[in-house]
């Protein structure tokens, strides 16, 4: 679940703990899947809603678990190494959740190192999810109507 008075990283913490979801749909879309009218942060049933997407994903093998365990390991180096590009890195991700994350600055989660690392880790699976064949809108329906 998601609270807003949980400090803002509930969500990006949501994100990072279902990849497989960020790795086919990408930040955006992800978390457009959460919203309600009121927006994700006042959705009680986040956690629930993402494992069941989840399910979903990896029922019908969509993402592969090597892309999940490359995406954490190349998020935890680049966490090792904070820089000006992990910087800005972190600033698209907050960007992308949207107002989810509003709470969060650039500069509270590279003092956080496990915020850091789940950004990092949701970057690269954002990144997967650029590269990969895109999920149409058509596809999310279908698969969404097997939960």
Do not use: W
């Not at 955006?28 to 009121?38: D, E």
């Not at 993402?50 to 969509?62: C, D, G, K, S, W």
Request: aromatic share 4%; proline share 3%; charged share 20%.
């Amino acid at each position: 679940m998601y609270f807003g008075f949980l400090g803002g990283s509930a969500l990006l913490h949501l994100l990072a703990a279902h990849p497989k979801v960020v790795a086919v749909f990408g930040i955006a879309t992800t978390v457009g899947m959460l919203a309600t009218s009121m927006g994700p942060q006042n959705y009680l049933g986040s956690g629930q809603q993402m494992r069941r997407i989840e399910q979903t994903v990896t029922a019908n093998q969509l993402v592969d678990d090597e892309v999940v365990k490359d995406a954490v390991a190349r998020g935890s180096l680049m966490a090792a190494t904070p820089t000006v590009e992990v910087e800005s890195i972190v600033r698209q991700v907050l960007r992308k959740c949207g107002n989810g994350c509003a709470s969060l600055t650039p500069a509270i989660v590279m003092d956080d190192a496990e915020l850091l690392r789940s950004a990092l880790t949701v970057a690269e699976l954002e990144r997967h999810s650029a590269e990969s064949r895109p999920v149409t809108s058509d596809r999310i329906a279908q698969l969404m109507a097997r939960q």
